[in-house]
C-alpha cells in the first residue's frame, strides 16, 4: 500500500512523494478504517505521525473535528507546525495551551485542535458536550499515563471521551508499552506493535575504554567516548550526550571544548559567555535552567547543523523532536530527595531512541556509559529489559478532589453512582479496585469546604464551578481565599501564591534559612518548615522578578537559572490570575489591585509600566526604556513618532514605526470606548 492509496493528490505535497507504507502503518490505517480504536506502539521515529493524519483525515471526511493530545508545551507548537501542512487539504488548524478558564467556543472555527493534556481537560471541564464535535482523538506519548503529574490529566481526558462519546476514534501512538493489552483493554482498542524502525539501531555499553555490542568490541581510548564522539563529527553527524544533572550538564560541555576546535565566530550578547564560547567551538549545554529562548535557539541550531553536540538532561528527550545520529547515556541514576535513583527504563528507551535521524543516517547509535561493574550489570539490563509498565496514578486524594468537583460542576455526575461510573472507565479501574472510600472522602471535603453542596444530588456552589473553571486544585482555591482575609500586601501575597499545591516551588538550601526566615517574619509568618521556607524563597524570586531585578542578579541572588525564573513566573501567572477572579466574587475592593499584581507577574514590571506593556512587541525591557526616555503611557507613543523612538537604544526603524501604529490603534480604540 502506498501513500497515495490512502490519501488524495494533495497529501503528496506534504509528504514530498509517493512511498510504500511501513506494514504497522497499513495495520493501524486498516483497522481505523474498520472504526477500531488503536494504540499503535513503535519505536520513535517510525512514521507514527502519518497514522495519525489518517485519523485525522478519516475524522474531516465524514465532518468531524480531531483533538491532537500532546504532554508539552514545546511539543504542541512544534506538532502545531507539522499539523499546518494540512491545510492544503482544506482543513482548518488551531492551537489551545492555556487560558484554563477561557470557554472552547474556539474549536467551532476549526477542524484539527492541537491541546495539552491539561488543556483538554480544562475544556471538558467548561463544556463536556463539545467532545460530540470530535470524530478522532489522537493521544500522543500515551505512556505519560504513568507519570505522576500529567498522567493523571489524560487518562481523565480519554476516560470522560469514553463516558461522553464512545463513537470518537480513539488512537493512542507510544514508543514500546510492556502492557499495551492493558491499555487496550481500558479503551476497547486493538493493538499494533512492531520493533521496526525507519534508521537501524546500534545499541552498546561503553565500559573500561571499550564499546561492547552485541556483535563486537572496540577500544575507545581517554576519555572513554570521546572518540566516537569524534568519529560521528567528522563524518557530519551530531551527538546528544545526556548527563543526571544540570551542573554536570555543564561541566561535560566545558570538558568537550578542550578536544574539539573552534569552527565558527559565533557571537549573541543574551546569552551566558560561557554558551557562547561553546557554541564556537559547536557545542552547547541544555536544561531547563537556561531561558526560554535561549533553548530555542540551541534546539534550532542543532537541528541546522550549527551546533554538533547538546549535552542535556533527560528532559530533552520527552521535549521537542530533536534526533542525532549518536546518543550516549553518561548517567542511567539521579539524585531524588537525597538518595542516588535508578533512571526508568522508559526514560532509556525516550533517550536512547533519539538516535537516528530519519531521511539522514542510515543507522543509530545509542550508547550507555558504565563506570562501574554494577552499572554495567545495571546497563545490561537497560538494554535488555523491558520499559515499566504503565500504571495509572489518578488513585491520590488531591486528584480525586479535583476530578470529582470537575465532574459535578460540568453536570457530568451528579450522584455517586454517575461517580463510580467513571472511575470504572479509568486505567485504574482495570490495573486496581476503585474503593468507594476514597470518592467518599474526596465528596465529605468538597462538601465541608463550600464547593458543592447535596445530600444525594450534588450540585457546585459558586465557589465550586469558579474553582473547576480556573482548573485549579480546590486546596489552591481555599488558600488563595484565606489569603483575601488580609490586607493587600505584595509580599505576603506572592506567598500566599506559592503555598499552593499547584506551585512547585524552589528548594530552600540550609544557608539561605537566614534571610528566608527575615522574610518570613517581615510578613508576620511564623512557619518554619521546609514547605513554608521553600513558598517563601519562591515568592522571593517573584518579588524580584516583578520589581524588574535584572534576570542575572535574580539568578546569582537565589542560585537558580533563568529558566527557572521564567517558569516560576508562568505558574504564578495562572494562579494569581485565579486570585484576582476570587476576589472579583470574595473581595471586591481587592479586584484592581490583584488584577495588576498578575499582570505585573505575568510581564516581570513594576507598576509604572502597566500601561507601557499593553503596545505589542514592547516587553519589559523595552517598556522600562520607553518609559525611563519620557514616554510613560500608550498616549505619549501615540502622540510621537517613529524617529523619536527610533533614538532609544534597541529601537530599529521598522520597530519604531510597528510601536507607534500599534500605539495608536490602542490610543483611538481608548478613545471610541468613552
Known amino acids: 500500500m502506498k501513500v497515495s492509496d490512502v490519501f488524495p493528490d494533495e497529501f503528496l505535497n506534504i509528504t514530498g512523494s509517493d512511498f510504500e507504507l511501513y506494514k504497522h502503518q497499513i495495520d493501524a490505517i486498516e483497522r481505523l478504517k474498520n472504526n477500531e480504536n488503536v494504540i499503535v506502539s513503535v519505536p520513535t521515529a517510525s512514521g507514527k505521525s502519518l497514522i495519525g493524519y489518517y485519523a485525522i483525515y478519516k475524522a474531516f471526511l465524514a465532518g468531524k473535528k480531531s483533538m491532537y493530545i500532546v504532554p508539552l508545551r514545546s511539543l504542541a507548537m512544534e506538532k502545531y507546525e507539522e499539523l499546518l501542512n494540512l491545510r492544503s487539504l482544506n ?34 471541564h467548561h463544556d463536556p458536550d463539545i467532545i460530540n464535535d470530535f470524530g478522532a482523538i489522537i493521544a500522543d506519548e500515551i505512556h505519560i499515563i504513568n507519570d505522576e503529574d ?52 546500534e545499541l552498546g555499553i561503553i565500559y573500561k575504554k571499550r564499546l561492547i555490542t552485541d556483535s563486537y568490541e572496540r577500544y575507545l581510548g581517554q576519555p572513554d567516548e570521546l572518540s566516537l564522539i569524534k568519529d560521528i563529527i567528522n563524518d557530519g553527524g551530531q551527538a546528544l550526550v545526556f548527563r543526571n544533572s544540570r551542573k554536570n550538564a555543564e561541566k561535560y560541555a566545558e570538558m568537550l571544548i578542550q578536544h574539539l576546535p573552534e569552527f565558527n565566530d559565533f557571537n549573541n550578547d543574551g546569552m551566558p559567555e560561557s554558551l557562547v564560547k561553546m557554541i564556537r567551538h559547536g557545542i552547547a549545554y541544555h536544561h531547563a535552567g537556561l531561558s526560554n529562548e535561549d533553548r ?38 539521579r539524585y531524588s530527595n537525597g538518595y542516588s535513583r535508578p533512571i526508568s527504563n522508559i526514560e532509556i528507551q525516550q533517550m536512547l531512541g533519539r538516535a537516528g535521524r530519519p531521511k539522514y543516517d542510515k543507522m543509530g547509535y545509542g550508547y550507555i556509559y558504565a563506570a562501574s561493574p554494577a552499572s554495567y550489570d545495571a546497563a545490561k539490563k ?13 488513585d491520590s486524594q488531591r486528584l480525586m478532589r479535583f476530578n470529582i468537583l470537575a465532574l459535578i460542576s460540568s453536570g457530568m ?44 444530588t450534588y450540585n457546585a456552589t459558586r465557589l465550586g464551578r469558579l474553582t473547576s473553571d480556573l482548573y485549579i486544585d480546590p486546596e489552591t482555591a481555599l488558600i488563595l481565599k484565606s489569603a483575601l482575609d ?45 514547605e513554608s521556607l ?64 498578575n499582570i505585573r507577574i505575568k510581564e516581570g514590571i513594576k507598576p509604572d509600566l502597566i500601561d507601557l506593556i499593553k503596545i505589542p512587541k514592547v516587553g519589559r525591557v523595552r517598556a522600562r526604556r520607553l518609559y525611563d526616555n519620557g514616554f510613560k503611557t500608550v498616549d505619549d507613543i501615540a502622540r510621537s513618532s517613529p524617529e523619536n523612538i527610533e533614538k532609544i537604544f534597541g529601537f530599529s526603524k521598522n520597530l519604531a514605526a510597528e510601536i507607534v501604529n500599534s500605539a495608536m490603534k490602542i490610543s483611538s480604540m481608548y478613545y471610541r470606548s468613552q
Not at 98 to 111: A, E, M, T
Not at 312 to 325: E, I
Open 534 to 597: 521553600s513558598a517563601a524563597k519562591t515568592a522571593m524570586v517573584l518579588l524580584g522578578w516583578i520589581n524588574e531585578m535584572p534576570m542575572q542578579k535574580i539568578t546569582d541572588t537565589y542560585n537558580i537559572g533563568p529558566g527557572d525564573v521564567q517558569q516560576k513566573a508562568s505558574s504564578a501567572d495562572w494562579i494569581s490570575y485565579s486570585l484576582y477572579r476570587l476576589s472579583s466574587v470574595y473581595k471586591k475592593e481587592m479586584e484592581s489591585k490583584l488584577f495588576h499584581l
Open 91 to 124: 482543513m482548518r488548524i488551531t492551537i489551545s495551551i492555556g487560558d484554563y478558564d477561557s470557554p472552547p467556543s474556539f474549536i467551532k472555527n476549526n477542524d484539527v485542535i492541537v491541546v495539552t493534556s491539561e488543556r483538554a481537560d480544562s475544556m471538558i
Open 150 to 201: 500529567r498522567g493523571p490529566r489524560l487518562e481523565t481526558v480519554l476516560s470522560s471521551i469514553r463516558v461522553i462519546n464512545p463513537d470518537a476514534l480513539i488512537l493512542g501512538l507510544s514508543a514500546t508499552i510492556s502492557n499495551v493489552n492493558e491499555l487496550a483493554q481500558w479503551l476497547n482498542a486493538s493493538t499494533v506493535v512492531s520493533n521496526f524502525r525507519a534508521v537501524p539501531l
Open 382 to 394: 537497560a538494554l535488555s529489559g523491558e520499559p515499566e509498565p504503565v500504571i495509572s496514578k489518578m
Open 486 to 530: 488580609h490586607d493587600y500586601d505584595e509580599k505576603l501575597y506572592l506567598y500566599y501564591i506559592c503555598r499552593t499545591p499547584d506551585m512547585i516551588n524552589i528548594p530552600a538550601g540550609t544557608r539561605e534559612y537566614e534571610y528566608i526566615e527575615d522574610f518570613l517574619e517581615d510578613i508576620n509568618v511564623f512557619d518554619f518548615s521546609e
Open 296 to 333: 530555542r535557539n540551541i534546539e534550532e541550531m542543532f537541528k541546522n547543523g550549527y551546533i554538533k553536540v547538546i549535552s542535556a538532561t533527560p528532559t530533552l528527550a520527552a521535549g521537542v523532536n530533536l534526533p542525532a545520529r549518536l546518543v550516549i547515556i553518561r548517567d542511567i541514576t
Open 413 to 456: 455526575a451528579s450522584r455517586m453512582e454517575d461517580l463510580i461510573l467513571f472511575y470504572n472507565e479509568t486505567l485504574m479501574a482495570i490495573q486496581k479496585d476503585v474503593d468507594d472510600y476514597y470518592i467518599e472522602s474526596a465528596l465529605y471535603f468538597l462538601k465541608e469546604n463550600g464547593f458543592i453542596d447535596g445530600d444525594v
